[in-house]
Each structure stands twice: as structure tokens, then as C-alpha cells.
């Protein structure tokens, strides 16, 4: 089965509440509606799972996040699918097609589309459960919805890539719904001894583990302020200044550059408390059910395409825990992490053959020290960083000199990107998602900066504010076609593992099947974590590989530019290294 299909209310009003039917739309790649088909929505699941068995066509709805969930509970996942919020959001802001009538419309319901909420757990999550899924009371008409979406891309500037985009995108929503559902593997009792190693025994609520106490007592010696509650920052910061040391704040940095007994003990008091806060015993109590660590993942909930959380702190594992992530009984894990992701992207949008050739190396940054171009490793990754980041003062503006002549056609593309910042434009990446435009404040800055009463001051400030936005701007289309690359990788990676013969399995498509299938479990920007049997581990690892390579031919085509993976196959995620 080819063609998309809306999953839609009866009205088209999509999650409207009324009779508990729902409707199946065919609809032409122009938009054109054909048959309906409306259920009784308890069947719906039953309806997509013989349609998915019969090949599949892209599903279309208004939020994965919210009505995939429900087929995954009934055991059904789709292959393919539109996602009609995260396509609106890139669509209305693409200057490849800033002239369509998406883009040109007035702000309506699907650009008020509340964040995603879990659902009351004393009910079943429902397709259709919510009547304003806007929260702005207006329904929300998906066909049209849907009919404005594809008109804006047929009208576009180089389309092809608009529509990787989108379906990267879509996909990534079926992925973070997938690794919600299904979890990753996490054994608390390990968790509960890494804790204990490094803080002591649980304590009491409200008191401090042993280690942290310990440390709280040599801190308040050190001070010499017998009271100090070293988690209050006002109350630490007026210690520090009582004992004569010069700092404007407590933030790590700059009490790490302070010359005093105190510091060793107060750094390892802030990692201790910040690890128990963010993953310490109550964290563990709050996401980690059944064996299985379920953080909420946001798709482009980051500006440039990144993904965010909404709750568990995912994107923020620090390796202190991570030997508590453990394989099941007859499993493996397969870690892959992209090496310099980013300045391998940056080699191929520029199509910078000098860089490229760097890249072949599996570290990057060797191969720029092979170049000639920089004397040492540490160099090469100061300068090759400064230029993404935009770096003007340090080790990385001292290099750019030299990093500038030995590959002028990949700073000169993120150069042009900067300067278009500061210009006040928006900066676009390789496949059309483009940043937003300068807000209020900077458009205030810049204008009393040229006006005829500006003060020296007024021109400081608005120079800041551009090379600020510059700098925004040089990094946005590398960062956002980085996490362009890292879609494609993962609905790459997802396909390759649908396709591979499950262990053990009769055929049929059942439970065994699906519970014996390899299946993405974790996402962190480059890096990925398969969850699969033991004896697909390998083939695993190959479909790893395979899939950033065709990541890289989707983005860039034949261009030589080679996306370097550690790849390891653990029992525990820390042994990834």
C-alpha cells in the first residue's frame, strides 16, 4: 500500500471528542482527499495494523507524541508517518518557501500547539481524547492542514531536500515514541550502589549521605562559618566573600580559579550534590519503572533541530550512572558515537575537499595536525571549534589564521553565516530548516545605535548584540545540519533493524517478534544505544555503520566525506568508553 492517509476525527477536527469514531482519509500527494473510511476507534489500532502488514502508507496526523502512543500500547507500530505539528513548525519558518501561504498566514491554532503531557494514569492513554490539542479553543483541520503543508513544499526552493527534512523529522517522532514505550534497560539495584560508592548509604529525608556531609563540615572549617548551608547559594557566596576571595558568583569556573584550601572540597561537594539531585535516588524513584528508565523526549526541541527532554534529564546522563544501563538476560548493547560530527558536516556543506580529506582519518583533528595545518591535536580541535563557535578572543581565535588558509572553503561558509547574522538575517541549514529572525530587543539595539542621538554606549551594546547573533547564526547551520545528519541516521538505523530476522521467531509477526527485536533505546545527539539479542549483535553493529553511511550519501550525495563511529557492543554502557 502506497499514498498517505489522515488519521482524523469524523469533522477533521482533530481530537475532537464526540461519538468515539474516527476516520481514515486517503489523500493524494497534492492534497486531494479519496476514500474515508470511519471506524468505530477502538478498531483503529486493529485498521492500521492490517493496512501496516499490507506494506504501509504514511500516516498522517497532528502530533506523534500524542496519538502514537496509543498504537504502541496496542502493539502496533507504523513504519512511515507525517507529522503535521513538526512539520508546521520548520515549514512556517523556512526561507525556502517564506512565500507560500503557510508561510505568509497569520499565527493560528498549529503554531499554539501546547507541549506534550503524559496522559492521567488512572486511564489508558486514547487516540482521541483531547478537544483543543491547540489549547487555544480553535479545532484544528488537519486536511487543510495538510494541503497547505504540501503546497509549501512543491512551491519551495530545491524541495527534495524540504521533504528529507520533514520526513526525517516525522520519523524522529516515531523514534522518541518508540524509546519511551519500550525503555531503557536500567537495574536499579546497581544504580543504588553506584550511589552509594560515591555519597553513602541513603540517609534519612532531608538529610545529606555521609560523603556529602563530610564535605559540607570541611567546607564550613575551611571558612570558617560553623552555619554555612553550603546548597544555599547566597549563603555560600557571602561566605566566600567573608573569607576574603574575590567572586561575583558560585559557579564552578570561578571557584575553580581561586587560590584557597576550600576549593577541592566545595568542587567535589557541587558534582556530588548536582549527580544526586539530577540522578540521585528520588530521580531513580520517579523515572525508572519495570527495569526501564522512560525519560519524555522532545524532537526539535531545540531551535536548531537538537532534541530536548521534558522530564528524566536523558540528554544529561553522566557517566557516573551509566553502568546502572545493563543489557537484559541474553542481550547486548550497541553504543555507536559519531566522531566530530559537527566539522565532518561542515566539510561536506562547504564542500571543502581539504577538510574532507582530514575527515578520512577516524580522528579528525589528527588528520588537520596531518594537514599541516596546526602543530598539535589540541590545537587542531581549538581552532576547528573556534570556527564553529565563533571564538574571538583565546587559543581558538590565535589559530584561525591558519586554519583559514588550510581549509578557506569551510570557514568562509561559516564566516558568510556570522556576517549574515549580524546583518540581522536568519541562517538556513544544508536540508531547510532556518533559525529565527532577530527579536525585539536586538532590532531596538541596532536601530538607537544608527540613530542620530546614539551614545557611545548605544553602540557598544548593538555591536555586541551582532556579533552575539553572529555567532548564533555561524553555529546554527552547522549544529542544525549535524542534527539534520543524526535523523537520518537514526530512521536509517530503524529500518535496517525492522528488516533483520528476529531470533527465534515463527514468521508470523507476533508477540515473540516483537519482543525479540533489535529496537533503538537511546538518543543523545550523535550518539545512539541499540537494545538487541545477543546473537544480532553483530549484524547490528554492521546495520550501524551501514546507516550513517547512507545518512551521509542522503545529505550530500557522492561528496567524500567520511562519518567516522566507535562503535562497541557492552553489557553496560559504560563500558563504551
Known sequence: MTGLVLVDAPATAVGARDTGTVALQHVDDDGTPGARLVLDAAHLAEAVAEREADGGPRWVWDDTARRYPALLAAGVRVRRCHDLRLCHAILRRSDRCADSALARAEPGAWDALSPVAEPPTDRPASLFDEADVSGTGAALDALEELRLQLAAVAGARDPARLRLLLAAESTGALVAAEMHHDGLPWDADAHDALLEDLVGPRPRTGGRPAR?????????????????????????????????????????????????????????????????????????????????????????????????TS????????????????????????????????????????????????????????????????????????????????????????????????????????????????????????????????GARWLASVEAASSQEARPEDVRLAQRHRRDRGRFTRNFVVQGTAAEWALCWMAALRRRLLELPVPGADGSGGRTARNRRPHLVFFLHDEVVVHTPQELADDVATAVRDSAAEAGRLLFGSFPVEFALDVAVVDTYDQAG
Open 311 to 438: 522530564g528524566g534529564g536523558a540528554l544529561q546522563l553522566p557517566a557516573a550512572v551509566r553502568a546502572a544501563v545493563r543489557a537484559d538476560p541474553g542481550w547486548r548493547l550497541v553504543a555507536a558515537d559519531a566522531a566530530q560530527l559537527e566539522p565532518r558536516v561542515l566539510a561536506a556543506m562547504a564542500g571543502d575537499l581539504a577538510m574532507a580529506a582530514a575527515a578520512r582519518r577516524a580522528d579528525l583533528y589528527a588528520g588537520v595536525v596531518e594537514s599541516g595545518a596546526v602543530q598539535t591535536r589540541e590545537q587542531a580541535k581549538y581552532a576547528m571549534l573556534g570556527a564553529i563557535y565563533g571564538a574571538t578572543t583565546g587559543a581558538g581565535a590565535a589559530l584561525m589564521p591558519q586554519l583559514t588558509r588550510a581549509y578557506p572553503r569551510a570557514v568562509g561558509l561559516v564566516e558568510s553565516a556570522a556576517r549574515a547574522g549580524e546583518r540581522g538575517e536568519v541562517g538556513t541549514t544544508w536540508l531547510g530548516r532556518t533559525s529565527p529572525p532577530p
Open 212 to 308: 556529602l556531609d563530610a564535605l559540607a563540615g570541611r567546607i564550613r572549617s575551611l571558612l570558617e562559618q560553623p552555619g554555612l548551608n553550603p546548597d544555599s547559594q547566597s549563603d555560600l557566596l557571602r561566605a566566600l566573600r567573608r573569607a576574603g576571595l574575590d567572586v561575583t558568583s558560585t559557579r564552578r569556573h570561578e571557584i575553580a580559579a581561586l587560590q584557597h584550601d576550600v576549593v577541592e572540597p566545595l568542587l567535589e561537594y557541587k558534582r556530588l550534590a548536582r549527580l544526586l539531585s539530577a540522578n540521585g535516588w528520588a530521580w531513580r524513584e520517579q523515572w525508572v519503572r519495570d527495569g526501564r528508565f522512560r525519560p519524555d523526549y522532545v524532537p526539535g526541541g531545540v531551535v536548531t533541530g537538537r532534541w530536548a
